[in-house]
């Protein structure tokens, strides 16, 4: 029976598909619109894809061993998943900002020490993961997507939150083991921000200003791993207002 089984499906990542398997896999995505292509240690992207016809909707390249994104990947313009989790990636290609219909764009446990600006095109985003990378910038280019639900930003290298963060339409932020020690209190300016995550950080408690705790919409802070303890944070000027918000929802769940 495992000869049935092509490794991309079985997960086996030691197994790596020959050209003809590639070849076969081109071809039925060209009627799928789904292109599955991990766990195959491939350090160049499949030379096919190059001059492959614009039918993609979800391509899957995770897993692999790619430090570049090829020019090519522009054409791709009606893809609405990307996930190339999981490689060796540095930076990526202005030409990114070309694939405008993108909803999901999985960027996590790679290298990347920027994003292009032209992100800020892909205007159908909803979900975008960026965590375990060497960001050492808050992606303000993500500002301003107003379909953009969920961002993960955790296990980078950013050092503070800027005053565009009140532009960011997510209801979800992760910011859980970075670097930040400097927090602008336009983000209770977000107007659907409900879960922020912001543990294991260097925040002071005076970063979380009355502003944030009484004006946001945030009732889910999650702030353990800083430089205070909890009762520094529950004696803070607005808590009670943020715990009121807190125990709605939570009486809303139950």
Do not use: W
Not at 97 to 123: H, S
């Amino acid at each position: 029976m495992s000869r049935l089984l092509h490794p991309i499906e079985s997960g086996l990542g030691a197994v790596t598909m020959g050209n003809k398997q590639i070849k076969q896999h081109l071809e039925t995505a060209q009627k799928t619109g789904v292109l599955k292509i991990s766990l195959q240690r491939l350090q160049e992207f499949p030379p096919q894809l190059k001059a492959y016809p614009n039918v993609l909707k979800t391509l899957d390249l995770s897993e692999n061993r790619f430090e570049h994104m090829p020019d090519e990947l522009g054409r791709l313009t009606l893809l609405k998943h990307l996930n190339l989790s999981g490689n060796r990636l540095v930076e990526l290609n202005e030409v990114l900002g070309e694939l405008v219909k993108l909803e999901v764009l999985l960027l996590m446990d790679n290298m990347l020490t920027k994003l292009p600006k032209t992100l800020a095109n892909c205007t159908h985003l909803k979900t975008v993961n960026l965590s375990n990378n060497q960001l050492k910038e808050f992606p303000v280019m993500l500002c301003g997507l107003n379909k953009l639900d969920v961002l993960d930003l955790s296990r980078n290298k950013i050092t503070e939150v800027p005053s565009e963060v009140g532009n960011l339409y997510v209801t979800e932020l992760n910011l859980n083991q970075n670097q930040i020690s400097a927090l602008a209190e336009e983000i209770a300016d977000c107007p659907k921000l409900k879960t922020l995550r912001l543990e294991e950080n260097c925040l002071q408690a005076s970063a979380l200003t009355p502003r944030i705790l009484k004006e946001s919409k945030i009732c889910n802070l999650a702030v353990d791993g800083n430089l205070f303890n909890s009762k520094q944070f529950t004696d803070l000027d607005g808590y009670d207002v943020y715990m009121e918000r807190y125990t709605a929802v939570k009486k809303k769940m139950f």
